[in-house]
């Protein structure tokens, strides 16, 4: 059968399943929210692969779903190691101490006049400048190994953290404030009593902006220098060698290991703020 008439079949299956599943009586339930996705995801791939054979699309183009699932299938000791030096050694490395680093001087921005000031409007020049021009400097500063990788992340990490956390501590309720006063509470214990909890919020959506420009900062930092490991350096030697297919392969990885690590920051996120509005319902 045509793979066009395959695909045009399974996309009128995949919209009737999807429109029966919302006017039942399980469309809130989680289950259903996790199966519609998945179905259009589905759709999509069915719809590339469809595409590639009836056009005649080339490989070194695009190629194929299965072409991808299959490189993916052969190459998982080389995927795996890729994933080992992008995203637990420089991604994820980075993104801690990026994040730390940030709190840590949120603080103390918040208890100087002076720093607020003088270093947010640097943070926000330097967070404004472009990774690819900051990533040479740094590899060529810290070496090709992991290193460089992870301080690009923690610039690309320390600022949204910063000025979040910054904004989410100005932002406390000027009356529960006042009520510590009230309390004889010195600034040390309405900080952590109150003011860090309440930023809670602004924290972690800083938390899940690094989360998502951390894996992007390790990948670009390898197309600038990196032993022969690491997904970056990958996907570099494969376009040059016209191997999309370990390209894709490469992509797909980048995809579920920046969709787990996001979806991590956000269950934390649920369990510690579960008192804001935000997370009912």
């Known amino acids: 059968m045509n793979w066009l008439i395959i695909a045009i079949i399974f996309w009128l299956a995949a919209w009737a399943a999807n429109v029966a599943m919302v006017r039942s009586k399980w469309s809130d339930t989680t289950l259903v929210r996790f199966v519609v996705p998945v179905i259009f995801g589905l759709t999509l791939v069915v719809a590339w692969e469809a595409l590639v054979h ?26 795996w190691e890729d994933f080992t030096q992008t995203v637990l050694k420089g991604a994820l490395r980075g993104y801690f101490i990026g994040a730390a680093a940030a709190f840590v001087v949120a603080i103390l921005i918040d208890r100087s006049p002076f720093l607020t000031r003088g270093l947010l409007p640097i943070g926000n020049f330097v967070a404004a400048l472009p990774i690819v021009g900051v990533a040479p400097i740094l590899v060529s500063w810290f070496g090709f190994d992991w290193q460089s990788k992870a301080a690009v992340v923690v610039v690309m990490v320390f600022f949204p ?5 910054v904004q989410g501590l100005r932002e406390t309720d000027a009356m529960l404030r006042d009520l510590m006063k009230t309390y004889a509470a010195g600034y040390s214990r309405t900080l952590w009593k109150l003011r860090i909890p309440a930023a809670m919020p602004f924290i972690f959506n800083g938390l899940k902006v690094g989360a998502t420009l951390a894996l992007i900062g390790a990948i670009v930092a390898e197309y600038f220098g990196s032993p022969t490991r690491g997904m970056g350096f990958r996907i570099s030697t494969g376009v040059g060698s016209l191997s999309i297919d370990l390209v894709w392969a490469e992509i797909v990885v980048a995809a579920l290991a920046g969709t787990l690590f996001y979806g991590v920051v956000a269950w934390f996120e649920k369990k510690v703020t579960f008192w804001h509005p935000s997370q009912r319902g």
Request: net charge neutral; no cysteine; hydrophobic share 50%.
């Open 54 to 79: 009836t056009f005649n699309v080339s490989a070194a183009i695009l190629p194929p779903p299965s072409a991808v699932a299959d490189t993916f299938a052969r190459s998982t000791g080389m995927l």
């Open 161 to 165: 953290v910063l000025v979040n956390t």
